[in-house]
């Protein structure tokens, strides 16, 4: 039963970290990431598809991404779903392929994207103590449900805030990474 909830937490607290890394992936930083058109999604025939599902994605260098569509008629429809995204980049169309400068940040940009990376911190170590939170109570049901001893409680509840901690350790260390990325000329 014990060996369940905890397995269920950690679940939860790997969700998170994952969830983390994915809103990191979408933070522009001084450099061309291709990860930066995964939210963007086209209308292609209809239905909204990944610019990443319809197109080649090149970094010739560390400014500029490259996006060479296998249909060339959704060109326009790229471009115009990129100037309609919060990228902050202007599109250049050539007719066969889309390029993507990206200029380096100023100093306040970068401030305002730290904040961003840290909301986006702050947001996972919430899920994981929503995590532990819950996982506490399940225990505490059993001991009131099942006659789980109380020596028993304490050890498990010390087993999920280990977790917690390794869990919450894990996301400032993601944080600093992203920050020390982010504030890089």
């Known amino acids: 039963m014990v060996d369940d909830i905890m ?31 995964d939210r963007i999604k086209v209308d292609y025939y209809g239905v909204p598809t ?26 326009g429809a790229i471009e115009h779903a ?20 990206f200029p380096s ?13 840290k909301n986006y911190a702050e947001e996972a170590r919430v899920a994981v103590r929503k995590a532990r939170q819950d ?11 099942d006659n789980l001893p109380e020596d028993d409680e304490r050890r498990a509840q010390a087993e999920v805030q280990k977790l917690t901690d390794k869990y919450v350790a894990q996301v400032d260390e993601a944080f600093k990474k992203k920050e020390a990325e982010v504030m890089e000329i």
Not at 82 to 101: F, K, Q
């Open 7 to 37: 397995l269920q937490a950690e679940e939860r607290m790997e969700k998170a970290l994952t969830s983390l890394g994915d809103a990191f992936g979408s933070v522009r930083t001084g450099r061309a990431n291709a990860m930066l058109l």
């Open 135 to 145: 996982a506490n109570a399940a225990i505490e049901r059993s001991v009131k449900d």
């Open 50 to 75: 990944p610019v990443n599902q319809m197109a080649g994605i090149k970094t010739p260098d560390a400014h500029m991404l490259v996006i060479e569509p296998w249909d060339k008629g959704v060109l």
């Open 105 to 117: 940040l100023t100093e306040e940009r970068r401030r305002e994207l730290v904040k961003q990376c």
């Open 82 to 101: 990129i100037m309609e995204s919060d990228l902050g980049v202007t599109p250049s169309n050539d007719g066969s392929c889309i390029r993507l400068p």
